[in-house]
């Protein structure tokens, strides 16, 4: 059979095809490795053709795009995610069933992407769907990270980082692409001749691009996901080779493979800092050329970029792409330097995801000047014509012998925004107050949305064919039509139906727990989920302080009639933020303690499940009662964990952060548990001398959980142990977790009285789902589309 043959052919036989001629093995020796590979190749083909159609319809409407430039890309497992949205998994369940291959357990086999941490990764990727989904031509560019991030386990209780190793079986979704190859200059000197500026380099390496399709809902669309490989300029000293120095023949090689190993090196250190601007330039680079080279195939005029060219920096990572743009544009191109800016900003645009203004990147010029000379010098001419042009500003984007690169992505952007109305308001009064005051129109918000499809329809499949038995098909691409499950909420029978929807997850999550972790947890107790990366901001530790206080009063009380409850953790710590790395010991040795305690068993669990990723999430996510979104109000952006919680019937206890208040507005004050100070009352508490030890000895409660800490009940042997996070709590506590625990305990009680009536946490459970609609990252992107990108629709044109 002729392989533009196998596309059309039944999809068993494709599989088949695949399994002999792309593998090369015969279906009685292959093993489940194999046939996942075959079903995906199967399934690539099916995506193919639609990705070069919609390349051929952007070219002929010759239409804006749209380029989303990202360091993170958390897509996850993609075959299951292709199958979905090509609508072909009956057909696929039915072909691989039919070899007699368990359909979940080839699914699984599949490794989970490492290109992302958390949030800012997913949402890049929720909004790369989207935006085939709605027929946006648009490309994504990030980094091809070899490890990623780090896989993650726990050594007595520590957590101990390991390579990621999800690119040592072949990657079935990418196609290399040798002729897209970038040859990138770092360091040297900067001249002036003939009246140009010249940067003369002094080491190069070539960026590489290794493309994946993105489809759309229903195969309409599929875009393209640009990733960026380090590949050396002469990878390979043959002469250094024969003098027989075999490890220094191939050192430029590694050196070049090293920018796009590892996301996020430990940047503690000046090479782990040098490492990581290389590799925000290399990335930002390779994209911008690539971006210039696309559009010269149809177009000379480069003033016409803006018309045909919208970049979006997914924080301040890519903001090296803003100077780089205008050195080609004036460097290269001959352009005159003011107006190589405009177009510049005509084009950039800048997503904030923070409001801690130490988390917005700077770098020490001197760092940045011998990495990159060229775009210190234009930083500093952009800088000053900012400053001639806006004379009483008091920001700048240098200064303090610091590059700073939130204020220049914010000068240099057409548009800024946020990524919900808390957000987006806090940013005008706080980090970009200045900015704010001399641009008020730049700031917009675009609160953020996930992908129906993988959040909803895919990781919950009881729910998704509950939702399509009441209301019928279409709501997984126009997600507010689970508006119309309202009525059904008052129906017992229909209550019941989503109970147990609940329940079966529930089960399954039970399952995989006991013969993964070897952990038998309690079905019918109430499970109490928080997932997400570990930082002293998102107040894990004020969760396991509440848990220690709940097991103190447990064993003080026996006989009360308490909820049982479960808490689940997951998240990873940077390898350098020591703080957050004491957390999670604390979280696992409190767990040692409560789990092993027969006076409490049955009552209270504590589980922090390891190496936390996409595929976790999606286990965890359908099964969570209680959804526990507890950042210090005025420093969470918006979150997306919340979102999916919330779309997946889990409750949510929180502070006013963020996206929760819009959660909360859309479900309902009365189906949401609120607790803490508001951003305002935040900031005010601050200011009031020993706030924290006022709480602590305010609440005997509180008092008693940092004791244990203090006195070693969690660390006997070493009862010191934390003694960084007892004085902080009881110190400077800058997130305010003493501040707060009172009314998190408050509100947690309310949880457990809810969760006593099963019928009423059901109904409040299903209002979530049916009033989460809007959280969709296609409303997230049609308003990208409208606000800040003037971009449209090839889909029906």
């Known amino acids: 059979m002729a392989r533009d043959e196998v596309a059309k052919t039944d999809f068993r036989d494709a599989i088949l095809w695949h399994l002999t001629y792309t593998l090369g093995k015969d279906p009685d020796h292959a093993q489940v490795f194999d046939w996942r590979l075959a079903l995906s190749h199967a399934v690539r083909d099916r995506i193919v053709d639609r990705w070069m159609t919609s390349t051929r319809e952007t070219y002929r409407a010759d239409a804006k795009r749209v380029y989303y430039l990202s360091m993170e890309f958390l897509i996850g497992r993609l075959l299951e995610d292709n199958i979905v949205n090509l609508q072909l998994a009956d057909q696929a369940q039915a072909a691989i069933e039919g070899f007699g291959l368990n359909w979940r357990e080839v699914l699984l086999d599949e490794p989970d992407a490492a290109l992302g941490n958390g949030g800012l990764g997913r949402l890049a990727a929720c909004f790369m769907e989207s935006l085939a989904t709605l027929g946006c031509p648009a490309y994504g560019y990030g980094i091809r990270y070899e490890h990623g991030l780090f896989r993650q386990s726990f050594v007595e209780g520590r957590q101990h980082e390991a390579p990621e190793d999800w690119l040592r079986q072949p990657n079935v979704w990418e196609f290399e692409r040798p002729e897209a190859r970038f040859t990138l200059g770092f360091g040297g000197q900067v001249t002036v001749r003939d009246c140009k500026t010249l940067w003369q380099p002094d080491h190069f390496v070539q960026a590489e691009a290794f493309d994946t399709p993105v489809v759309g809902w229903q195969g309409r669309w599929a875009n393209t996901l640009r990733l960026w490989a380090g590949r050396a300029v002469d990878p390979f000293d043959l002469d250094r080779f024969n003098a027989g120095d075999f490890a220094a023949a191939a050192e430029a090689e590694a050196l070049a493979r090293t920018i796009s190993r590892v996301l996020y090196p430990e940047d503690s250190t000046e090479k782990g800092k040098r490492l990581r601007l290389t590799q925000e330039y290399f990335f930002s680079a390779a994209s911008i050329r690539d971006i210039i080279r696309r559009f010269e195939q149809d177009h000379t005029d480069l003033r016409l970029l803006p018309q045909r060219v919208a970049i979006q920096m997914n924080d301040t990572h890519p903001a090296v792409a803003a100077p780089e743009l205008v050195r080609i544009l004036h460097d290269e191109r001959g352009l005159p330097f003011d107006e190589a800016v405009e177009i510049t900003r005509g084009c950039v645009n800048y997503t904030n995801h923070t409001l801690l203004p130490e988390a917005l990147e700077s770098w020490d010029e001197g760092l940045f000047g011998d990495l990159l000379p060229r775009h210190l010098q234009i930083i500093d001419r952009i800088d000053d014509q900012d400053a001639r042009a806006h004379p009483d500003r008091r920001n700048t984007a240098r200064g303090d012998g610091k590059v700073r690169m939130g204020e220049l992505s914010f000068i240099m952007s057409h548009r800024v925004n946020g990524v919900s109305a808390l957000h987006t308001g806090l940013m005008k009064t706080t980090v970009f107050a200045d900015q704010n005051r001399i641009w008020p129109d730049r700031i917009v918000n675009e609160t953020n949305g996930v992908t129906p499809r993988r959040w909803l329809h895919s990781c919950n499949p009881r729910l998704s064919r509950l939702i399509t038995d009441t209301i019928g098909e279409g709501w997984t691409a126009d997600l507010e ?106 979280i696992n040795d409190v767990a040692a303690v409560i789990n092993a305690d027969a006076a409490t068993n049955g009552k209270l669990q504590v589980l922090y499940l390891p190496n936390y990723n996409v595929t976790l999430a999606e286990r965890l996510i359908p099964a969570a009662d209680l959804s526990e979104q507890i950042s210090t109000a005025g420093k969470e952006a918006s979150g997306t964990g919340n979102m999916k919680f919330a779309l997946n019937g889990a409750l949510t206890i929180g502070t006013l952060d963020g996206a929760n208040v819009e959660i909360r507005d859309l479900v309902g004050p009365e189906n949401f548990f609120l607790f803490g100070l508001t951003a305002d009352e935040a900031e005010a508490r601050r200011t009031v001398p020993d706030h924290a030890a006022h709480a602590v000895a305010g609440d005997p409660r509180l008092s008693r959980a940092i004791e244990a800490i203090r006195g070693g009940t969690f660390s006997p042997g070493e009862p010191d142990r934390y003694a960084g996070i007892v004085a902080n709590l009881t110190q400077a506590d800058y997130f305010l977790v003493a501040s707060d625990f009172a009314d998190y305990w408050r509100a947690q009680r309310e949880v457990d009285f809810a969760y006593a009536d099963r019928k009423g946490w059901a109904r409040m459970a299903a209002l979530n789902v049916a009033r989460s609609g809007w959280f969709s990252s296609d409303r997230t992107i049609r308003g990208y589309m409208r606000d800040i990108w003037e971009a449209e629709s090839l889909l029906d044109q």
């Open 481 to 586: 039509r689970l508006a119309e499950l309202a009525p059904f909420v008052e129906d017992a029978g229909w209550l019941d139906r989503f109970a147990r929807v609940k329940a079966a997850n529930k089960a399954d999550l039970c399952d995989w727990v006991a013969r993964e972790q070897g952990v038998m947890l309690n079905p019918d107790a109430l499970f109490d989920v928080q997932i997400k990366r570990i930082h002293e901001y998102k107040r894990q530790h004020l969760n396991i302080l509440e848990a220690i206080a709940l097991w103190q009063e447990m064993r003080a009380h026996p006989s009360d009639d308490w909820t049982p409850r479960v808490k689940i953790f997951g998240g990873k710590a940077a390898p350098g933020y020591f703080f957050a790395k004491d957390i999670i010991r604390l």
